[in-house]
């Protein structure tokens, strides 16, 4: 059985010619590099390999590292691309100061003269109110070495419990959801094991728009016969060539899960073996999804009985199989929830920990996994330590060379910082390879906040919207500006090498933060002279972790092509597929492959709730929200790279026809698009491809074309992750 759909020009006309393949693209501009530089994409959590060519101290174009195993030289249309952001005219080559009476708002101000106002301001604020009263807002598109300083530079040079990262925005609802099934938070499997998949079932991923190469993995498997099952409201791209497309109305997937193992469990499609001897928790799950038969599930998640009896057919009885999944199901109130109910069909096939047999979340921003480890979330200590555990306090606090009574305990997460900063408990903050104003929900709250600062601090390499409420703007680092590395979305860890020096004034972003703890008497501990010594100092404080790095080096790294971690000493090579007989495991320590003392995986019991805020007579239309292939998260780098921008121009709001027709609306007319929160006006973009009781926009756009004016600030209780897929919208028609 298939549902594909019927109007695939149409979907093409919508979508553009398949984005994932531009391998062989070589930039012609006919003049000869002085070198070519092996590194990676700046932007998503892929991170493939590319080949820089530099002129004169300038990327001017790139090459395909073909040899670089992940994408084999394969980039999207950012990749292609990535290389114009750095001589657009927007860079920051000073430091800025906020002033009012010069145009744009600010004024250059020289570097030394910037990081003295900022150490001062810093400790007049703390001296006043308090240490608590300066947060750190910081970023998982950050290499290691850095988001690592940020969060010994908060706890130790500031003093303050209050970081926090927008892997909060991103990541979070599965790292806690791999953290209760499995213990530990990675993808499971190499992608290497995806090909090989007798069944690849896609949850909430735009697989080939937001993770582009990964299309060429699922592909593969199709090749080898795979059967390919996506569950989206929409028919993304990847979904107009799946054999099985799911329409879920959005924020029901749990209900769909907990429907999948019902049918698994009453025709005994189960793993018994590894359901009795390697997991626990079984017996609770299968008594609360008892009541989700065919017809409940139905009936909530909006899909035909007849298309999930099929998913649960081709997933009960797959021999092989691959689930991935995305912020779809993860960006939600019950987000948490979203990822145990996959975890758990998972588990209940036994499928994981063997070749081919594979589970993992698609991470986001191009450190979107190594970021999430090292301490810049505001409960965590480095290698994934808990900051509430004394051994673990004490741990870091010896590395750190400080009284584990000195160290703060565990802060908020980035939007109840926010709100702590409108009730006035936090008056000065300090964002690095951040744009809260554009990525946060409800922004027009988060505007109001900003506004409430008695001092604000930014680093970036673009004047970012969030900055503009800056009082200083410091000059940061382009990704081809400093080296270090990142763990990319499989758990390997690559390194970016450094192409050109950092312009004017402008320097890496970890020299600003040490200038910054100089400045302020506070440098003991923050005199690195080079990403490596940083690593050096990481590979102590994350060994014996779970995110165990002790035994990853550059030298290694480049030796072996990456290294996937836990890697614990020099003589290990990584650990390339995780809960494998017999890998290395601290904490069962040979009592089975999961990281729980008794080496068992965890079922965890996951209640359907629906969303926050769900339809009603006032608002009755659903809006979920997220990406288009050419742009990137708040946009502020690919809105500044022109063909990119051509790409895609502007936020349109898909609707389906039914939906349009109803509401008297043509294609390309103005809409608008109205919640609790806010109101915004976008062309309609009328498409087949969604559902008709949902509509859709892209979020990558500042100001009165923001989707976050719209979106509800509602937060999973476990994971804080906002509610961007589900709020409640009423649409009209421009003018009327
Ligand atoms: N081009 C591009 N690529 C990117 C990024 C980018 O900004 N642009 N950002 C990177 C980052 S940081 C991230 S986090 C990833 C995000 O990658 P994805 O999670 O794949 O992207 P999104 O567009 O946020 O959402 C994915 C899909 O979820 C669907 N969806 C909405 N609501 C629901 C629901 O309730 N259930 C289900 N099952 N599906 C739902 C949407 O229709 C959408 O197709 O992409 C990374 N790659
Ligand atoms: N409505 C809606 N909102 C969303 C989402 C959604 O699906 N829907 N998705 C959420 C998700 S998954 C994410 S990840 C967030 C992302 O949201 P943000 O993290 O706020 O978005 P970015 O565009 O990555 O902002 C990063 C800023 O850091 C700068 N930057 C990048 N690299 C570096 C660096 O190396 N050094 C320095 N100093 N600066 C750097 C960029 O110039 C940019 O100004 O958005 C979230 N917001
Ligand atoms: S944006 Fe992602 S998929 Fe595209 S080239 Fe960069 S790392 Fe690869
Ligand atoms: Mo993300």
């Not at 549902?3 to 994932?20: C, D, F, M, R, V």
């Not at 300038?58 to 691309?81: D, Q, S, Y």
């Not at 209760?180 to 069944?199: L, T």
């Not at 239309?621 to 500044?640: A, D, E, H, P, Y």
Request: net charge negative.
């Amino acid at each position: 059985m298939s549902t594909l759909p019927k109007q695939l020009s149409e979907i093409n006309e919508h979508y553009g010619p398949h984005p994932a393949f531009s391998a062989g693209m070589r930039l012609e501009t006919g003049i000869e590099p002085d070198k070519v530089v092996e590194t990676h994409c700046c932007f998503c959590g892929q991170q493939c390999g590319i080949k820089l060519k530099v002129k004169d101290n300038t990327v001017i174009g790139f090459e395909p590292w073909e040899e670089f195993p992940f994408n084999r030289g394969m980039l999207c249309p950012k990749g292609v691309k990535r290389y114009l952001q750095g001589a657009h005219p927007d860079r920051l080559l000073t430091a800025l100061q906020r002033d009012t009476s010069a145009p744009g708002g600010f004024s250059p101000i020289d570097y030394d003269r910037a990081i003295e106002l900022v150490a001062s301001e810093i400790q007049r604020i703390q001296s006043t109110h308090g240490n608590d009263a300066f947060g750190i807002l910081s970023g998982a598109s950050l290499t290691i070495e850095k988001a690592y300083l940020m969060g010994k530079f908060a706890r130790v040079a500031l003093k303050t419990p209050y970081i926090d990262y927008n892997g909060r925005l991103c990541m979070v609802s599965a790292a806690a959801g791999n953290k209760k099934a499995f213990g530990i938070d990675r993808a499971a499997n190499p992608w290497s094991d995806i090909p090989g998949a007798e069944v690849v079932w896609i949850s909430g991923a735009n697989v080939a728009e937001c993770a582009p190469i990964t299309t060429n993995y699922v592909w593969q498997a199709r090749e080898n016969g795979a059967k390919i099952i996506v569950v989206d409201p929409r028919i993304t791209p990847i979904a107009r060539t799946c054999d099985l497309f799911l329409p879920i109305k959005p924020g029901r997937d749990i209900a769909l899960f907990n429907g999948i193992l019902h049918l698994m469990i009453e025709h005994d499609w189960l793993d018994h073996e590894f359901i009795n001897q390697r997991s626990v928790g079984f017996d609770a799950v299968a008594e609360h999804v008892r009541d989700w038969t065919p017809k409940r599930t139905a009936e909530v998640t909006g899909i035909t009985e007849r298309a999930i009896e099929q998913a649960a057919e081709w997933w009960g009885t797959a021999k092989t199989s691959f689930l991935l999944h995305a912020r779809g199901i993860e960006h939600h109130s019950h987000g948490v929830q979203n990822v145990l109910g996959a975890i758990n069909m998972v588990l209940a096939s036994g499928r994981i920990g063997r070749p081919n047999c594979g589970y993992a979340t698609i991470t986001g921003q191009g450190n979107g996994q190594g970021g999430r480890e090292h301490g810049q979330k505001c409960d965590q200590l480095p290698g994934a330590r808990d900051i509430s555990n004394p051994e673990h306090r004490a741990h870091i606090a010896g590395v750190w060379g400080i009284d584990e009574k000195e160290m703060p305990g565990a802060g908020v997460d980035a939007y109840e910082l926010i709100r702590k900063i409108d009730r006035g408990e936090i008056k000065g903050l300090l964002s690095i390879c951040f744009n809260p104003l554009v990525s946060l929900p409800d922004n027009n709250f988060v505007r109001r906040a900003l506004e409430k600062l008695e001092f604000y601090v930014v680093i970036d390499f673009f004047l970012n919207e969030t900055a503009h409420h800056a009082d200083i703007v410091l000059p940061g680092s382009l990704h081809e500006e400093d080296e270090g590395i990142v763990t990319q979305i499989e758990g390997r860890v690559i390194k970016i090498n450094q192409a050109v020096d950092p312009p004017g004034d402008a320097r890496q972003d970890w020299r600003i933060i040490q200038d910054i703890a100089k400045a302020m008497g506070r440098e003991r501990g923050f005199t690195f002279a080079t990403p490596r010594e940083m690593l050096d100092e990481l590979r102590i404080a994350s060994k014996g972790g779970i995110a165990d790095y002790s035994g990853i080096t550059y030298e290694k790294i480049e030796r072996q092509g990456g290294v996937f971690w836990p890697c614990p000493s020099d003589d290990h090579k990584g650990t390339e597929r995780l809960f494998e007989a017999g890998s290395w495991n601290p904490v069962a320590k040979g009592a089975g492959p999961f990281y729980f003392p008794d080496g068992r995986a965890r079922f965890n019991v996951a209640p359907y709730t629906p969303p926050t805020e769900d339809v009603d007579d006032e608002y009755p239309v659903i809006l979920t929200t997220g990406r288009v292939v050419s742009q990137f998260l708040s946009g502020t780098q690919t809105r500044r790279i022109g063909p990119l921008v051509n790409q895609y121009p502007e936020p349109l709001v898909e609707m389906h026809p039914q939906l349009a027709e109803r509401l008297g609306i043509s294609d390309g007319e103005q809409v608008t698009i109205e919640s609790r929160r806010g109101a915004i006006t976008l062309p309609a973009h009328v498409v087949t491809t969604i559902r008709p009781d949902t509509v859709f926009i892209p979020y990558h756009w500042p100001g009165n074309r923001s989707a976050n004016q719209l979106t509800v600030s509602a937060q999973d209780p476990i994971s804080k992750i906002p509610e961007y897929k589900v709020c409640a919208v009423r649409i009209r028609k421009s003018g009327d």
